[in-house]
T-cell receptor
Framework: EPEVTQTPSHQVTQMGQEVILRCVPI?????FYWYRQILGQKVEFLVS????????KSEIFDDQFSVERPDGSNFTLKIRSTKLEDSAMYFC????????????FGPGTRLLVL | AQSVSQHNHHVILSEAASLELGCNYS??????LFWYVQYPGQHLQLLLK??????LVKGIKGFEAEFIKSKFSFNLRKPSVQWSDTAEYFC?????????FGTGTRLQVTL
């Protein structure tokens, strides 16, 4: 069964550094998402991406964050100038459509900002 | 804005006990409802979903959920839990392109 994959599984970085989290969505999916889960808190939506542009973003997704689909398979989340509070598990997801379509999640990248 | 409440944060059951996890959502329009499960060390997986039709939906591994529109609820049930059901369970609602999750319920099944 096709899966969403994410790299790296763990990332440790210094405050102020830039990180890029990578995702390979399921190949025939058209919608891509990033979510995050701060330890002990709920999974929160960050951004959705369709047709090479952001379709929706949350308040969390400020200018510090950006997403890109640099080629036909990868979907990346860039965090510029990381802060301590960016430490979280970041999940990528993809779906064939919106609304009732199932979003399939990757295993996550655990980001620790020191 | 849509929101989801899961009132049971941590549930401990013995094997073969029945399970019901509560989920209430807040949204005025048409919603699509999901239950996801996260087994230890694994990623979020879909258990079941509801978007229309029969309000009683069946999912994988013997789970089912009932959509009660008047109560804004979508409770998850299983008649007899197994030790392998130990996991975290998340209710979520999608009214557009994003999923809004509840805080999750940690289920621990003891032998």
């Amino acid at each position: 069964e096709p899966e969403v994959t994410q790299t790296p599984s763990h990332q440790v970085t210094q405050m102020g550094q830039e990180v890029i989290l990578r995702c390979v969505p399921i190949s025939n999916h058209l919608y891509f998402y990033w979510y995050r889960q701060i330890l002990g808190q709920k999974v929160e939506f960050l951004v959705s991406f369709y047709n090479n542009e952001i379709s929706e973003k949350s308040e969390i997704f400020d200018d510090q964050f950006s997403v890109e689909r640099p080629d036909g398979s990868n979907f990346t989340l860039k965090i510029r100038s990381t802060k301590l509070e960016d430490s979280a598990m970041y999940f990528c997801a993809s779906s064939q459509g919106r609304g009732r379509e199932t979003q399939y999640f990757g295993p996550g990248t655990r980001l620790l900002v020191l | 804005a849509q929101s989801v409440s899961q009132h049971n944060h941590h549930v401990i059951l013995s094997e073969a006990a029945s399970l019901e996890l509560g989920c209430n959502y807040s949204y005025g329009g048409t919603v699509n409802l999901f239950w996801y499960v996260q087994y230890p060390g694994q990623h979020l997986q879909l258990l079941l979903k509801y978007f229309s039709g029969d309000p009683l939906v069946k999912g994988i591994k013997g789970f089912e959920a009932e959509f009660i529109k008047s109560k804004f609820s979508f409770n998850l049930r299983k008649p007899s839990v197994q030790w392998s059901d130990t996991a975290e369970y998340f209710c979520a609602v999608n009214a557009g392109s994003k999923l809004t999750f509840g805080t999750g319920t940690r289920l621990q099944v003891t032998l």
